[in-house]
């Protein structure tokens, strides 16, 4: 069974800086994906950032590229998401996400199977 359980979520404003955590509970000695998704009122959820856990990959969409950053510790199992420069169109539901793949395959948004329930980020103008 698979866990994912985030934290860090809260209120800011225009041009601050949050950061999320979501513990995991997969063999990180296998190739697992490891993301972050969000999904704002009204709209789809959309995978923004992922990581593998065998090698230092990582990848973002274009909306959060150079603002936001992905990291793990496989040590205590975290992964991390630090945001900077927030702007209100990051208003969203954050969860973390897991799929069992090869790190070529973590940006193949539609295939990750576990998710965390979630935190609220809340950017404000």
């Known amino acids: 069974q698979v866990r994912l359980v985030e934290s860090g979520g809260g209120s800011v404003e225009t041009g601050g800086s949050l950061a999320l955590s979501c513990g995991f509970s997969?063999?990180?000695?296998?190739?697992?994906?490891l993301a972050w998704f969000r999904q704002a009122p009204g709209k789809e959820r959309e995978g923004i950032a992922a990581?593998?856990?065998?090698?230092?990959?990582?990848t973002y969409a274009q909306a959060v590229k150079g603002r936001f950053t992905i990291s793990q510790f496989n040590a205590n199992n975290t992964l991390y998401l630090i945001m900077n420069s927030l702007k209100p169109e990051d208003t969203a539901m954050y969860y973390c996400?897991?799929?069992?793949?090869?790190?070529?395959?973590?940006?193949?948004?539609?295939?990750?199977?576990?998710w965390g329930q979630g935190t609220q980020v809340t950017v404000s103008s």
């Open positions: 996400a897991a799929m069992r793949s090869h790190w070529s395959d973590c940006a193949a948004w539609p295939r990750y199977t576990f």
């Open positions: 997969v063999d990180t000695y296998s190739n697992w994906c």
């Open positions: 990581a593998s856990t065998r090698n230092t990959y990582t």
